[in-house]
């Protein structure tokens, strides 16, 4: 019997979802591998892997306090990269990542470290909260916010476990079981999201985000829809926001019909009114002609429209090359070779046909 509840422990029934968990962010990770999100990501990892060692540990018996902070901390540390997730910069922000675990330390150097009375005071206890606060609402409004609510809601039980002072033993199994659940609900969450992305077709003008399964690529208006929503699930809130800002005031500027909104690209269809003009430039006069395109049925934009947004989201997005970058910039490089090609030949055909048309009069003459 005594075997049997060590297999029904928090500890043993939380490492499946330790695994999913790490198999997800080991996937993304290698599919971000040339963006400024890969610094965060194997932060990600080094949490995932350093609280499973923990929970292995704890499968033989109860885990201490201190390890319990300590993975704690290895979760932080992923909030607190993200923030610094851009280039350039993005490798010297490991440096403040790195003193913040040189920091955290200290409560675990100051007490003893198999004390029954180990406890986390309050003013790294607030620190903490404070963080996986930020972490968890810059993702509220993307896809990842299940995962992350998960995530919070575990490391937010294990928080009110360690800085706890009386009633340490009634409230350990609950605090294990609760982020036991919340893990598992994270794991599922994960599971979900990487499906639904590979099982998303993205056709020129549907909402889809990203390559399908098929191997179909995207057209311009895919891929525009594809690379904003990536930055909007790949840095949250504080990041995307910021890139929104800054590509609204460059195609009011440049009187780039359309919306960004924080769902995607948005333009009229052409069965009712004209285009809308930038919701931030629509008290501006400026020329209609330029910014009253008229889009397709589906209500999308036309070729020339896709790419002037096609050229601002480049400038815009190479601080953190998401995934979808690449076919961003193969889509321009095809695009201008075109255009070159198409310039430096219709000059000279027509200086050919120019030059034979006036020969065969002189010779008439």
Same mark, same amino acid.
């Given at each position: 019997?005594? #075997?049997?509840? +060590?297999?029904?422990?928090?500890?043993?029934?939380?490492?499946?979802?330790?695994?999913?968990?790490?198999?997800?962010?080991?996937?993304?990770?290698?599919?971000?591998?040339?963006?400024?999100? $890969?610094?965060?990501?194997?932060?990600?990892?080094?949490?995932?892997?350093?609280?499973?060692?923990?929970?292995?540990?704890?499968?033989?018996?109860?885990?201490?306090?201190?390890?319990?902070?300590?993975?704690?901390?290895?979760?932080?540390?992923?909030?607190?990269?993200?923030?610094?997730?851009?280039?350039?910069?993005?490798?010297?922000?490991?440096?403040?990542?790195?003193?913040?675990?040189?920091?955290?330390?200290?409560?675990?150097?100051?007490?003893?470290?198999?004390?029954?009375?180990?406890?986390?005071?309050?003013?790294?206890?607030?620190?903490?909260?404070?963080?996986?606060?930020?972490?968890?609402?810059?993702?509220?409004?993307?896809?990842? &916010?299940?995962?992350?609510?998960?995530?919070?809601?575990?490391?937010?039980? +294990?928080?009110?476990?360690?800085?706890? $002072?009386?009633?340490?033993?009634?409230?350990?199994?609950? &605090?294990?079981?609760?982020?036991?659940?919340?893990?598992?609900?994270?794991?599922?969450?994960?599971?979900?999201?990487?499906?639904?992305?590979?099982?998303?077709?993205?056709?020129?003008?549907?909402?889809?985000?990203?390559?399908?399964?098929?191997?179909?690529?995207?057209?311009?208006?895919?891929?525009?829809?594809?690379?904003?929503?990536?930055?909007?699930?790949?840095?949250?809130?504080?990041?995307?926001?910021?890139?929104?800002?800054?590509?609204?005031?460059?195609?009011?500027?440049?009187?780039?019909?359309?919306?960004?909104?924080?769902?995607?690209?948005?333009?009229?269809? &052409?069965?009712?009114?004209?285009?809308?003009?930038?919701?931030?430039?629509?008290?501006?006069?400026?020329?209609?002609?330029?910014?009253?395109?008229?889009?397709?049925?589906?209500?999308?934009?036309?070729?020339?429209?896709? +790419?002037?947004?096609?050229?601002?989201?480049?400038?815009?997005?190479?601080?953190?090359?998401?995934?979808?970058?690449?076919?961003?910039?193969?889509?321009?490089?095809?695009?201008?070779? #075109?255009? $070159?090609?198409?310039?430096?030949?219709?000059?000279? #055909?027509?200086?050919?046909?120019?030059? $034979?048309?006036?020969?065969?009069?002189?010779?008439?003459?």
């Amino acid at each position: 019997m005594e #075997d049997f509840s +060590q297999l029904i422990c928090p500890a043993f029934c939380a490492l499946p979802a330790w695994g999913i968990l790490l198999l997800f962010t080991g996937r993304t990770l290698w599919r971000w591998r040339h963006s400024a999100l $890969k610094h965060a990501l194997v932060w990600g990892m080094v949490a995932l892997a350093a609280n499973l060692l923990i929970a292995v540990s704890g499968m033989g018996g109860n885990i201490t306090f201190p390890w319990r902070y300590l993975g704690l901390v290895a979760g932080s540390c992923v909030p607190i990269s993200i923030l610094g997730a851009r280039y350039p910069g993005a490798s010297a922000w490991d440096f403040v990542v790195a003193s913040f675990v040189a920091m955290a330390m200290l409560p675990v150097l100051e007490q003893p470290w198999h004390s029954p009375e180990w406890r986390l005071d309050g003013v790294w206890s607030l620190l903490l909260a404070i963080i996986l606060a930020v972490g968890w609402l810059n993702y509220l409004p993307t896809r990842l &916010a299940w995962v992350v609510t998960g995530l919070a809601w575990a490391g937010y039980w +294990q928080l009110a476990l360690i800085g706890t $002072k009386t009633a340490r033993e009634a409230l350990t199994g609950w &605090a294990d079981w609760c982020s036991t659940a919340g893990l598992w609900w994270a794991a599922i969450s994960g599971a979900v999201v990487t499906r639904q992305r590979r099982i998303e077709i993205c056709n020129d003008g549907a909402p889809g985000l990203g390559i399908s399964a098929s191997g179909s690529t995207c057209t311009g208006w895919g891929v525009l829809q594809q690379l904003w929503r990536e930055i909007r699930d790949g840095w949250g809130l504080v990041w995307a926001w910021r890139v929104r800002e800054m590509l609204l005031n460059a195609a009011r500027h440049a009187h780039l019909p359309g919306e960004l909104t924080w769902s995607g690209f948005r333009w009229p269809c &052409a069965e009712g009114s004209a285009l809308a003009v930038n919701s931030a430039d629509r008290s501006r006069p400026h020329d209609t002609r330029s910014a009253l395109m008229p889009g397709d049925s589906e209500g999308r934009p036309d070729q020339s429209s896709t +790419q002037s947004w096609l050229y601002i989201m480049e400038g815009t997005v190479r601080r953190f090359i998401p995934p979808s970058y690449r076919l961003v910039v193969a889509t321009l490089s095809s695009r201008s070779a #075109d255009e $070159k090609a198409s310039a430096s030949w219709c000059p000279n #055909d027509t200086r050919q046909s120019e030059g $034979k048309e006036f020969g065969r009069n002189r010779v008439q003459a």
